[in-house]
Protein backbone atom coordinates (compact mmCIF):
# COMPACT_ATOMS: atom_id res chain seq x y z
CA UNK A 1 0.00 0.00 0.00
CA UNK A 2 1.35 3.63 -0.73
CA UNK A 3 1.59 6.32 1.66
CA UNK A 4 -0.29 9.53 0.03
CA UNK A 5 2.76 11.11 0.80
CA UNK A 6 4.87 8.85 -1.85
CA UNK A 7 4.29 9.00 -5.61
CA UNK A 8 1.70 7.72 -7.41
CA UNK A 9 0.83 4.16 -8.72
CA UNK A 10 1.77 4.67 -12.49
CA UNK A 11 -1.10 6.97 -14.63
CA UNK A 12 -2.95 7.80 -11.74
CA UNK A 13 -4.22 10.79 -10.39
CA UNK A 14 -5.38 12.17 -7.01
CA UNK A 15 -9.29 13.12 -6.80
CA UNK A 16 -11.92 12.80 -4.50
CA UNK A 17 -13.92 10.24 -3.24
CA UNK A 18 -17.26 9.75 -5.29
CA UNK A 19 -20.24 7.29 -6.55
CA UNK A 20 -18.53 5.07 -9.41
CA UNK A 21 -18.40 2.09 -11.58
CA UNK A 22 -19.61 0.55 -14.64
CA UNK A 23 -21.75 2.60 -16.43
CA UNK A 24 -24.49 0.03 -16.41
CA UNK A 25 -24.99 0.17 -12.19
CA UNK A 26 -25.28 4.29 -11.99
CA UNK A 27 -29.14 3.65 -11.95
CA UNK A 28 -28.76 0.72 -9.42
CA UNK A 29 -29.15 2.15 -6.41
CA UNK A 30 -29.05 -0.04 -3.40
CA UNK A 31 -31.57 0.39 0.24
CA UNK A 32 -29.35 -1.38 2.93
CA UNK A 33 -31.81 -4.26 4.38
CA UNK A 34 -32.26 -3.98 7.84
CA UNK A 35 -30.91 -7.36 8.73
CA UNK A 36 -27.97 -8.04 6.36
CA UNK A 37 -26.57 -11.52 5.61
CA UNK A 38 -23.82 -12.70 4.00
CA UNK A 39 -24.66 -15.53 1.49
CA UNK A 40 -21.71 -18.35 1.19
CA UNK A 41 -21.44 -20.98 -1.13
CA UNK A 42 -19.80 -22.71 -4.18
CA UNK A 43 -16.90 -25.14 -3.78
CA UNK A 44 -18.06 -25.96 -0.08
CA UNK A 45 -19.82 -28.94 1.71
CA UNK A 46 -22.07 -26.65 3.49
CA UNK A 47 -23.49 -23.21 1.96
CA UNK A 48 -24.51 -20.99 4.32
CA UNK A 49 -26.24 -17.39 5.07
CA UNK A 50 -24.03 -15.50 7.95
CA UNK A 51 -25.74 -12.79 10.09
CA UNK A 52 -23.91 -9.80 9.08
CA UNK A 53 -24.50 -8.07 12.43
CA UNK A 54 -23.14 -11.30 14.37
CA UNK A 55 -20.46 -12.12 12.25
CA UNK A 56 -18.52 -8.28 12.89
CA UNK A 57 -19.62 -9.18 16.72
CA UNK A 58 -17.55 -12.17 16.77
CA UNK A 59 -14.40 -10.65 14.92
CA UNK A 60 -11.78 -7.85 16.12
CA UNK A 61 -12.48 -5.06 14.20
CA UNK A 62 -9.97 -2.64 12.68
CA UNK A 63 -9.15 0.79 11.75
CA UNK A 64 -6.97 1.23 8.69
CA UNK A 65 -5.85 4.43 6.73
CA UNK A 66 -5.80 3.26 2.91
CA UNK A 67 -6.04 4.68 -0.70
CA UNK A 68 -8.20 3.44 -3.47
CA UNK A 69 -6.91 3.24 -6.45
CA UNK A 70 -10.05 3.00 -9.75
CA UNK A 71 -8.49 1.37 -12.75
CA UNK A 72 -9.61 4.15 -14.75
CA UNK A 73 -6.89 6.50 -13.76
CA UNK A 74 -8.18 8.07 -10.33
CA UNK A 75 -7.32 7.83 -7.06
CA UNK A 76 -8.76 8.52 -3.17
CA UNK A 77 -6.15 8.85 -0.71
CA UNK A 78 -5.98 8.92 3.12
CA UNK A 79 -9.58 6.99 3.31
CA UNK A 80 -9.96 5.74 6.66
CA UNK A 81 -12.00 2.28 6.78
CA UNK A 82 -12.98 -0.03 10.02
CA UNK A 83 -14.01 -3.26 9.94
CA UNK A 84 -13.03 -6.90 10.22
CA UNK A 85 -9.67 -7.93 8.81
CA UNK A 86 -11.12 -10.58 6.20
CA UNK A 87 -8.16 -12.80 7.10
CA UNK A 88 -10.13 -13.71 10.37
CA UNK A 89 -13.69 -13.19 8.45
CA UNK A 90 -12.09 -16.20 5.99
CA UNK A 91 -10.83 -18.24 8.84
CA UNK A 92 -14.92 -18.24 10.36
CA UNK A 93 -16.09 -18.50 7.39
CA UNK A 94 -13.73 -21.43 6.62
CA UNK A 95 -14.47 -23.61 9.53
CA UNK A 96 -18.55 -23.00 8.73
CA UNK A 97 -18.45 -24.28 5.37
CA UNK A 98 -15.43 -26.47 4.84
CA UNK A 99 -14.84 -24.98 1.17
CA UNK A 100 -13.04 -27.86 -1.08
CA UNK A 101 -8.97 -26.95 -0.65
CA UNK A 102 -8.46 -26.60 -4.58
CA UNK A 103 -11.21 -23.55 -4.14
CA UNK A 104 -8.18 -21.09 -4.89
CA UNK A 105 -10.61 -17.83 -6.55
CA UNK A 106 -13.69 -16.23 -4.56
CA UNK A 107 -15.92 -14.65 -6.45
CA UNK A 108 -17.61 -11.61 -4.48
CA UNK A 109 -21.13 -10.26 -5.71
CA UNK A 110 -23.02 -7.07 -4.34
CA UNK A 111 -26.24 -5.88 -3.82
CA UNK A 112 -26.46 -3.82 -6.86
CA UNK A 113 -25.43 -6.92 -8.89
CA UNK A 114 -21.78 -6.23 -9.51
CA UNK A 115 -19.53 -8.99 -9.60
CA UNK A 116 -15.49 -9.50 -8.60
CA UNK A 117 -13.51 -12.67 -8.58
CA UNK A 118 -10.77 -12.50 -6.86
CA UNK A 119 -7.64 -14.84 -5.91
CA UNK A 120 -7.61 -16.15 -2.29
CA UNK A 121 -3.83 -15.50 -2.19
CA UNK A 122 -5.08 -11.81 -2.82
CA UNK A 123 -7.95 -11.61 -0.39
CA UNK A 124 -6.50 -13.09 2.40
CA UNK A 125 -3.85 -10.29 2.22
CA UNK A 126 -3.32 -8.42 6.01
CA UNK A 127 -4.31 -4.82 4.73
CA UNK A 128 -8.14 -6.60 3.12
CA UNK A 129 -11.41 -5.42 5.50
CA UNK A 130 -14.71 -6.50 5.40
CA UNK A 131 -15.75 -2.89 6.56
CA UNK A 132 -18.76 -0.91 7.51
CA UNK A 133 -17.64 2.11 8.25
CA UNK A 134 -16.00 4.98 6.26
CA UNK A 135 -14.27 8.23 8.13
CA UNK A 136 -15.71 7.20 11.43
CA UNK A 137 -19.28 7.05 10.42
CA UNK A 138 -21.79 3.79 8.87
CA UNK A 139 -20.90 2.93 5.24
CA UNK A 140 -23.60 5.74 2.76
CA UNK A 141 -25.12 3.41 -0.21
CA UNK A 142 -22.91 5.89 -1.84
CA UNK A 143 -19.95 4.11 -0.73
CA UNK A 144 -20.96 0.33 -0.75
CA UNK A 145 -23.64 0.19 2.48
CA UNK A 146 -23.86 -2.01 4.65
CA UNK A 147 -20.83 -4.04 3.81
CA UNK A 148 -17.99 -3.61 1.50
CA UNK A 149 -14.51 -5.42 0.74
CA UNK A 150 -11.77 -2.94 0.52
CA UNK A 151 -8.91 -4.54 -1.15
CA UNK A 152 -6.31 -1.68 -1.25
CA UNK A 153 -3.46 -3.49 -3.04
CA UNK A 154 -5.77 -4.28 -6.04
CA UNK A 155 -7.86 -1.88 -8.52
CA UNK A 156 -10.96 -0.47 -7.44
CA UNK A 157 -13.42 -3.36 -9.27
CA UNK A 158 -11.78 -5.72 -6.66
CA UNK A 159 -13.40 -3.88 -3.61
CA UNK A 160 -17.17 -5.17 -4.09
CA UNK A 161 -19.15 -2.97 -2.85
CA UNK A 162 -23.09 -4.14 -0.91
CA UNK A 163 -20.93 -6.80 -0.24
CA UNK A 164 -23.89 -9.99 -0.14
CA UNK A 165 -22.42 -13.21 -1.55
CA UNK A 166 -18.86 -14.77 -1.40
CA UNK A 167 -18.64 -17.60 -4.13
CA UNK A 168 -15.59 -20.63 -3.69
CA UNK A 169 -14.27 -21.46 -7.13
CA UNK A 170 -11.92 -23.67 -8.09
CA UNK A 171 -10.87 -21.34 -11.62
CA UNK A 172 -10.92 -17.68 -12.09
CA UNK A 173 -14.03 -16.15 -13.97
CA UNK A 174 -14.63 -12.71 -15.30
CA UNK A 175 -16.80 -10.32 -13.13
CA UNK A 176 -19.39 -7.87 -14.34
CA UNK A 177 -16.05 -5.63 -16.08
CA UNK A 178 -15.79 -9.36 -18.65
CA UNK A 179 -12.74 -9.04 -20.70
CA UNK A 180 -11.59 -5.57 -19.18
CA UNK A 181 -10.57 -6.77 -16.04
CA UNK A 182 -7.80 -8.85 -14.71
CA UNK A 183 -7.38 -12.07 -12.85
CA UNK A 184 -5.58 -10.39 -10.01
CA UNK A 185 -5.89 -6.33 -11.12
CA UNK A 186 -2.90 -5.41 -8.59
CA UNK A 187 -1.89 -1.59 -8.63
CA UNK A 188 1.20 -1.80 -8.74
CA UNK A 189 1.98 -4.08 -11.58
CA UNK A 190 -0.54 -2.04 -13.09
CA UNK A 191 -2.85 -5.00 -14.24
CA UNK A 192 -5.45 -3.06 -15.38
CA UNK A 193 -6.70 -5.77 -17.94
CA UNK A 194 -5.63 -8.85 -19.51
CA UNK A 195 -5.22 -7.67 -22.72
CA UNK A 196 -2.75 -5.23 -23.92
CA UNK A 197 0.01 -3.24 -21.16
CA UNK A 198 -1.21 -1.20 -18.72
CA UNK A 199 0.30 1.79 -20.03
CA UNK A 200 -2.08 1.31 -23.40
CA UNK A 201 -5.35 0.97 -20.90
CA UNK A 202 -4.43 4.25 -19.31
CA UNK A 203 -4.76 6.30 -21.91
CA UNK A 204 -7.62 4.83 -23.13
CA UNK A 205 -9.17 5.13 -19.91
CA UNK A 206 -8.05 8.73 -18.85
CA UNK A 207 -9.92 9.74 -22.72
CA UNK A 208 -13.11 7.41 -21.15
CA UNK A 209 -13.47 8.84 -17.54
CA UNK A 210 -15.58 12.04 -17.79
CA UNK A 211 -18.15 10.12 -20.39
CA UNK A 212 -18.00 6.65 -17.60
CA UNK A 213 -18.72 9.75 -14.82
CA UNK A 214 -21.41 11.57 -16.70
CA UNK A 215 -24.23 8.84 -15.38
CA UNK A 216 -23.09 8.58 -12.07
CA UNK A 217 -22.85 12.72 -11.66
CA UNK A 218 -26.02 13.58 -13.69
CA UNK A 219 -28.40 11.74 -10.52
Do not use: N
Not at 72 to 96: K, N
Not at 137 to 159: D, F, M, N, W
Amino acid sequence: MLDSARQLPPGQHAVGLERFGLPQFARRHVDPPARPVLTVGGAVRRPTQLDVGELLARLPRREQRSDLHCVTTWSALDLTWSGAPFRDVGQLIVGVVQPDPRAHWLMAAGLDGFQSCLSLDDVLADDVLLADRLHGAALSPAHGAPLRLVVPAQYGYKSVKHLAALEYRHTYAAGSAGLREHPRGRVAQEERSRFLPGFVWRRVWALALPVARRPYRSR
